[in-house]
C-alpha cells in the first residue's frame, strides 16, 4: 500500500496529483504542520526533516517531491507519464524538473520563506525584490522552453508538468506577475486536469 504523508496545499500536491493521473491507490495521511505535527517524533522518524511530502511504498520510504515522482512513474507508470531512463525525452524530462525546482522554485520559496515560512527573527524582507526579478528570469525561460507546445515535453502531458504547473500556480498565490501567453495558457490547461482536483479533494 501506498502512503503519502501530506498536508493540503503543499508540495504534497504534486504527488497525489501524479498518483491520481496514474489511477493508483494510495491512503493520505494527514501531518498537520500547523499543529507542529512535521515535528513529532512519530513523523521525524519517517521524514527527519519534518518535512512534507513524505512516501512510503512497502518497506521504502521516500522524501523529495521531486524523486518521488521519478520513482512512482518509473515503477508503475509505464513510461506514460514519467519517460523511460536512458532515452531522449526522459533527459529532457528530468531538466525540466530540475529546472522547476532548482530555478523557478527557489526564488518563490525564497519570497515564502522570508514572508512566513522562518522563523520571524530570521526573516529578511530585503530579499525579495531580487528574487522576485530571479522568478522573473525563470519564467522568460519557462516560456521560451515551452514555445507553441501544449506541454513541456510536446504534445503529451508529464509529471514534469505536474512540478511545473503546481510552482505556478504557487506563483500565482504569491501574487507574482505572469504576463507570458503560453504560460497563462499552459496554466490553464494544467488546471483543469482531473488527476488535480481529485487530489485536491483528497487532501481536503
Ligand atoms: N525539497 C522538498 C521541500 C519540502 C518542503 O519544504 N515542504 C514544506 C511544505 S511545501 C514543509 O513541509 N514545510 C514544513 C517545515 O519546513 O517545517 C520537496 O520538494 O519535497
Not at 532515452?87 to 524530462?93: F, I, N, Q, S, V
Not at 525579495?128 to 514555445?147: N, R
Request: proline share 5%; net charge negative.
Amino acid at each position: 500500500m501506498i502512503t503519502v504523508y501530506g498536508y493540503p496545499n503543499t508540495r504534497t500536491n504534486r504527488v497525489t496529483w501524479l498518483l491520481e493521473e496514474l489511477s493508483l491507490d494510495y491512503k493520505f495521511q494527514l501531518v498537520d504542520l500547523m499543529k507542529g505535527e512535521g515535528h513529532s517524533a512519530e513523523f521525524r522518524a519517517i521524514n527527519p526533516s519534518g518535512k512534507v511530502p513524505a512516501l512510503s511504498d512497502e518497506a521504502l520510504v521516500l522524501t523529495e517531491s521531486a524523486a518521488i515522482m521519478s520513482y512512482l512513474g518509473d515503477k508503475y507508470g509505464e513510461a506514460s507519464l514519467v519517460p523511460s531512463p536512458g532515452t531522449a525525452k526522459r533527459g529532457l524530462y528530468d531538466q525540466w524538473a530540475c529546472f522547476a525546482i532548482a530555478e523557478l522554485e527557489q526564488p518563490l520559496w525564497t519570497i515564502g520563506k522570508h514572508k512566513f515560512a522562518l522563523p520571524k527573527e530570521r526573516r529578511v524582507p530585503e530579499v525579495f525584490e531580487t528574487a522576485a526579478w530571479e522568478f522573473q528570469q525563470a519564467l522568460a525561460l519557462l516560456s521560451t522552453g515551452l514555445g507553441d507546445k501544449n506541454y513541456i515535453l510536446g504534445d503529451d502531458f508529464s509529471a514534469a508538468d505536474i512540478i511545473l504547473g503546481h510552482t505556478l500556480f504557487w506563483a500565482i498565490s504569491f501574487k507574482q506577475p505572469i504576463d507570458q501567453q503560453n504560460i497563462k495558457d499552459y496554466i490553464d490547461r494544467l488546471k483543469v486536469r482531473p488527476g488535480l482536483l481529485t487530489a485536491k479533494k483528497k487532501e481536503g
